[in-house]
């Protein structure tokens, strides 16, 4: 595993981490066998870094998740959840099925990023995920509640910090300017960013990579496939982006880069996995996965050996940004 750079109060991260939301059925019903398996083949595929958010399924993912690492020991893996979205019981909505998520309807979520709404939050986590402890803590989502999140929702979460309640805090969002602002403005540890460094989007290179390099603060890179733009060897021609109908233009823009990956007998899927992890402020990339099929495939795919050359090759085909792959031997 790799040391964050605040290795002094933060824990250390697996290249590959587990995305927990599919496992709140996410889109799609998951067995409880199904998610246990999942995660168990994680523990066997070499994963130590677990990320979840009660979000995810008004809280499913955070049990399910939970209940499989049961099995382990705690202080073999790293633990990460949520806070800002805060559940709490509905009477209104039974027979009603959660937006985007293939649960029931029994509670709501509130935006709270207020200290109490943060300690309440934390406390039901621990409670799912049965756990006396948490690793990492990100404010979830804070895009419209920036002056709340950056001021009560980061000095909550710096006091659970010095108490030692928690290792490591951060944000985690799908933009890199406001995380940018967390690097640059408080003292976080590291930040998770969702699909804005990818194979098809390097605009963190113009913010949020250069302030967490010069910070020390690392970055966890999610949703590398772009919503399943980059997952297959090449895109459906229902690919999403951004969770909707993928652009056509980013469609061709996928299917050029597929052609250079080919061209070096490398897979898509297997480029979008690694790209991230060439950068030296990225530390992990995190996956949704359902089952261990998937996982197993997902871990296959970054243990493979992909030429320096093929990054040269996108470089020069206006593919990828210039100096977007720049390898951490030179840059540390």
């Known amino acids: 595993m790799t040391p964050l750079h605040r290795t002094g109060r933060t824990p250390a991260l697996t ?21 246990a398996s999942a995660v168990e083949a994680a523990w066997q595929a070499g994963v130590r870094f677990f990320d979840t958010a009660p979000h995810y399924g008004l809280g499913l993912s955070e049990r399910r998740l939970g209940a499989a690492l049961a099995a382990h020991p705690r202080d073999e893996y790293v633990l ?4 800002g979205r805060r559940l709490e019981p509905r009477s209104d909505g039974a027979g009603q099925r959660d937006a985007s998520f293939v649960v029931p309807a029994t509670h ?18 621990l409670r ?13 989502d804070p895009d419209d509640y920036w002056p709340q999140a950056a001021g009560e ?28 602002r967390f690097v640059r403005e408080t003292d976080v540890d590291v930040v998770l960013v969702a699909g804005r460094y990818t194979l098809l989007e390097q605009g ?3 913010d949020l990579l250069p302030a967490a390099l010069e910070r020390g603060v690392t970055v966890v890179a999610a949703a590398v496939f772009n919503s399943g733009l980059l997952a ?20 061709e823009r996928a299917h050029r880069i597929a052609d250079v990956c080919e061209s070096h007998g490398v897979t898509l899927p297997a480029a979008a996995l690694r790209y ?30 992909i030429p320096e050359a093929l990054w040269q090759d996108l470089s020069r085909a206006g593919l990828i940004r210039a100096g977007a792959s720049v390898s951490r031997d030179e840059s540390i």
């Not at 496992?23 to 066998?33: F, M, W």
């Not at 709501?108 to 986590?125: A, H, K, P, Q, Y």
């Not at 297959?232 to 469609?251: E, G, S």
Request: aromatic share 6%.
């Open 15 to 35: 290249e590959l981490s587990f995305g927990a939301a599919p496992l709140g059925n996410l889109y799609e019903e998951v067995s409880d066998d199904d998610a």
């Open 80 to 83: 990460s959840t949520k806070v």
């Open 108 to 125: 709501r979520r509130i935006w709270d990023f207020s200290r109490d709404g943060i300690l309440r939050t934390l406390e039901d986590s």
């Open 128 to 140: 799912r995920l049965g756990t006396d402890r948490i690793d990492i803590v990100f404010l979830h």
């Open 153 to 180: 929702g980061y000095a909550t979460l710096a006091d659970l910090r010095a108490q030692g309640v928690v290792r490591a805090i951060g944000a985690g969002m799908n933009q890199s300017a406001m995380l940018t």
């Open 204 to 206: 963190a290179l113009d």
């Open 232 to 251: 297959l060897d090449r895109p459906c021609p229902d690919a999403k982006y951004n969770y909707a109908d993928a652009p056509a233009a980013l469609v």
């Open 276 to 305: 991230p992890l060439l950068h030296p402020a990225v530390r992990s990339v995190t996956v949704g996965m359902r089952t261990p099929r998937q996982v197993e495939r997902n871990a296959g795919l970054l243990a493979q050996d």
